[in-house]
């Protein structure tokens, strides 16, 4: 229950960050925040794995959680447009 916990705060931080980060203005309460952190520790630790930066079973760090929420903003900017 910890784990689960935790993973949402760092993901609506990382999120917070990646939405920070990009320009323009990207609308979305503290819901879309939140899975967008999520979603980019999700892409981070895929990334991060691809380059070999984790081993299996690791979780992507705050940084990578960010880095990969920048990608799913710049992909989603780069699809609406």
Known sequence: MLSLIWTLIVGLIAGALAKTFMPGRIRGGMLLTLALGVGGSIVGRMVGRAIGLYA????AGLVMSVV???LILFLYGKIKN
């Open 68 to 70: 990969g929420a920048m």
């Open 56 to 59: 299996t079973g690791e979780t």
